[in-house]
C-alpha cells in the first residue's frame, strides 16, 4: 500500500488549503481513511476519519471548519481546511485501515504516508 499526501504549504489565518492523498495497492472503496497531523514538540493526532460507509469523525478542535471526503473512483482522499489557524500548523498525514470498526471513531491506522507540511501564518 502507497499513500502520496499533496497540498500543504503556506497560508494565512482565515485561508483555506485542500489536502489530498492518492492511494495505491489497496481496494480503497472498503478501506476506512484518516488524516493526522504532528506539530513540533507534539504527540500524533487523529483530525478525522471517514470509513467506507462514509462515516466521519473529527476532533473537536477542527468540528466546522475541516471537511474530510473521499473519491473511491480515484482511490483519492481528502481534507478541505477552512478558517485556518496559527495552531493548525503541523505536518498532516494520511492514513488507512484495512481493519473493519464500529465505529470510526475507533480508527486505527494500518499504513501511512509520508506527511505533508501545513504553515499557518499569523
Known amino acids: 500500500v502507497q499513500l502520496v499526501e499533496s497540498g500543504g504549504g503556506l497560508v494565512q489565518a482565515g485561508g483555506s488549503l485542500r489536502l489530498s492523498c492518492a492511494a495505491s495497492?489497496?481496494?480503497?472503496?472498503?478501506?476506512?481513511v484518516a488524516w493526522y497531523r504532528q506539530a513540533p514538540g507534539k504527540e500524533r493526532e487523529l483530525v478525522a476519519a471517514i470509513s467506507s460507509g462514509l462515516s466521519t469523525y473529527y476532533a473537536d478542535s477542527v468540528k466546522g471548519r475541516f471537511t474530510i471526503s473521499r473519491d473511491n473512483a480515484q482511490s483519492t482522499l481528502y481534507l478541505q481546511m477552512n478558517s485556518l489557524k496559527p495552531e493548525d500548523e503541523a505536518m498532516y498525514y494520511c492514513?488507512?485501515?484495512?481493519?473493519?470498526?464500529?465505529?470510526?471513531?475507533?480508527?486505527?491506522?494500518?499504513?501511512w504516508g509520508q506527511g505533508t507540511q501545513v504553515t499557518v501564518s499569523s
Open positions: 495497492g489497496t481496494t480503497f472503496k472498503i478501506n476506512a
Open positions: 492514513a488507512l485501515s484495512q481493519k473493519y470498526f464500529s465505529k470510526i471513531y475507533y480508527f486505527s491506522p494500518d499504513y
